[in-house]
């Protein structure tokens, strides 16, 4: 973990849990699907809704899902593990509880690591937990009620829980992100925030350096990276000014609104005492066998981590390109593709953290859906590497393949211009005609001052109207002055 930065004095604690929705087609109880959209009610079997004499059967696939997130973060994968009923009482909760796991979880412990700027970060992992979604309460379609569907109720969720390791908004945003991430390119989550796929609780509280853990609040339900910035600093400015008044911190359950971007207190906050846990007598212990286990390893994809260790060691990329060419499946799949065709892999992580990193963010598009794809990126960095277009040149013909331009790179450069004067009889020409021209140039860099070679270097440029091959222009001109 890296050196606390202090914020008016105090240091900032963070802590995330995160409600990552599992991939599966039924619920994790019963056979209801989990496709999003469906009509109010119509997902939702005698199971979900609590009736009489009905009994939960868990679904093999979400325990599948929790092995595999346990084993990409290191984690102990629990052989005994137990589900409990969290009783608490609101209308979309048509049990009056909520199968839970708590003292005894399926997945413990593990780690996450991830980069803040080019600082790597390691955050340890309590714990990962199954249990069921509740139903949804809704306001907005009613006058003076509430409706209630209940076709999320039973939706299978894990509840992955940090320790309260993070110091920053930018560490506790990075941290979801590369969680996100990770949980998608696992394939247990489709990562959808605005269905409610990925949903982000952040703990905070601040204290003196030194000082035992102040009292924390949860902001609930972030479904932004975005917000997780702006309300943990929100946050964290209201609990200094409060203690600086001289009040009190209360442990509260608070809701960001991204309208005024400021955090509201919704109840008081829980402990798990008021919640009356207990193991559920309708649902036996969890056993996972080993042989389960080592089933569910042998299928695991390549992890970003070990990724981006070979991408540093097989294309001597720094540790913060291999983790950003790592951040997806598809980024990773499409740098290493690009950088077998064209032998530049450094080039190519550049360009991915560079001009499309900017398109893909401006446009708030997947790289899956690039209009350049990682061959003619390749055919791209291949021409810039051979010296036929300059930097600037290819920054304009990736402008072009960008906004629809046909793919052929070389028929693209020979129909925009782009193609950089290399023949040195031309070249020789013109230099000698920007030489006459300035001669005061000439004579300040005889005179030892090299700004005066810049110069000249910018008048051939001009003269060639940016198609000349900069190597060949400085070697030239010096041979020229040296003469």
Known sequence: MAQSKLIRGYEVVIGLENHVQLSTQSKIFSGSSTAFGAAPNTQASPVDLALPGTLP?????????????????????????????????????????????????????????????????????????????????????????????????????????????????????????????????????????????????????????????????????????????????????????ELEDGRAISQATILFNPDTGETRAMRSKEDAADYRYFPDPDLPPLVIANEWIERVRSEMPELPEPMAKRFQAAYGLPAYDAAMMTQSKDFGAFFETAAKACAQPKLV???????????????????????????????????????????????????????GAEQNVDALIESMGLKQMSDNTELERILDEVLAANPKSVEEFRAGKEKAFNALVGQAMKATKGKANPTVVNDLLKLKLAS
């Open 57 to 241: 059967v868990l679904n093999r696939g979400a325990v599948e899902r929790a092995i595999r997130f346990g084993l990409a973060v290191g984690a102990k994968v629990a052989p005994l593990s137990i589900f409990a009923r969290k009783n608490y009482f609101y209308p979309d909760l048509p049990k009056g509880y909520q199968i839970s796991q708590y003292e005894i979880p399926v997945v413990q412990g593990g780690k996450l690591e991830f980069f803040v700027g080019d600082v790597k970060h390691c955050v340890n992992l309590t714990r990962a937990h199954l249990e069921e979604d509740a139903g949804k309460s809704l306001h907005e379609d009613y006058h003076g009620l509430t409706g209630i569907d209940l076709n999320r109720a039973g939706t299978p969720l894990l509840e992955i829980v940090s320790e309260p390791e993070m110091r920053s908004a930018a560490e506790a945003a990075e941290y979801a992100k590369t969680l996100h991430a990770l949980v998608m390119w696992l394939g247990i989550c489709d990562g959808n925030m605005q269905e409610g796929s990925f949903r982000c609780d952040v703990n905070v509280s601040v204290r003196r350096p030194g000082e035992p853990y102040g009292t924390r609040r949860e902001i609930k339900n972030l479904n932004s990276f975005r917000y997780i910035l702006q309300a943990v600093d929100y946050e964290v400015n209201w609990q200094i000014d």
């Open 349 to 403: 992580a550049n360009w991915l953290m560079g001009e499309f990193a900017r398109r893909l963010n401006s446009e708030d598009r997947p790289l899956s859906s690039s209009p350049v794809n990682a061959a003619t990126l390749a055919a791209l960095i291949s021409r810039i590497n051979d010296g036929t277009i300059s930097n600037n040149g290819a920054r304009q013909l990736f402008e072009a393949l960008w906004t």
